[in-house]
Nanobody, 121 residues
Framework: QVQLVESGGGLVQAGGSLRLSCAAS????????MGWFRQAPGKEREFVAS????????YYFDSVKGRFTISRDKDKNTVYLQMNRLKAEDTAVYYC??????????????WGQGTQVTVSS
């Protein structure tokens, strides 16, 4: 069983930065690819970024490339999403995910509870 707990969300002005964290627990978490999805009010949930179990490969949704950076600290079992140059359209609930279907897959086995990110324009 894997448990994911997100933190770091909040209110920020457009152009600002936030860093989300996801603390993962579970005996085999080191074998899981991890990532972030988001869901804005009235919209479908969408993929944001993913990182391989080794941390060596990453993948990003086009609209966040160059602004967001995903990373993981294997010693701390934590995944981070550094979000820079935030825009109003980045406002959403952000969910941490873990899975073993590859970083390009949309299928993840475990989901966190989510953390709210609000960007004011």
């Amino acid at each position: 069983q894997v448990q994911l707990v997100e933190s770091g969300g909040g209110l920020v002005q457009a152009g600002g930065s936030l860093r989300l964290s996801c603390a993962a627990s579970g005996r085999t978490i080191g074998l899981y690819d991890m990532g972030w999805f988001r869901q804005a009010p009235g919209k479908e949930r969408e993929f944001v970024a993913s990182v391989s179990y080794s941390g060596g490969s990453t993948y990003y949704f086009d609209s966040v490339k160059g602004r967001f950076t995903i990373s993981r600290d294997k010693d701390k079992n934590t995944v981070y999403l550094q979000m820079n140059r935030l825009k109003a359209e980045d406002t959403a609930v952000y969910y941490c995910v873990a899975g073993r279907s590859g970083i390009y897959s949309q299928k993840y086995d475990y989901w966190g509870q989510g953390t709210q990110v609000t960007v004011s324009s």
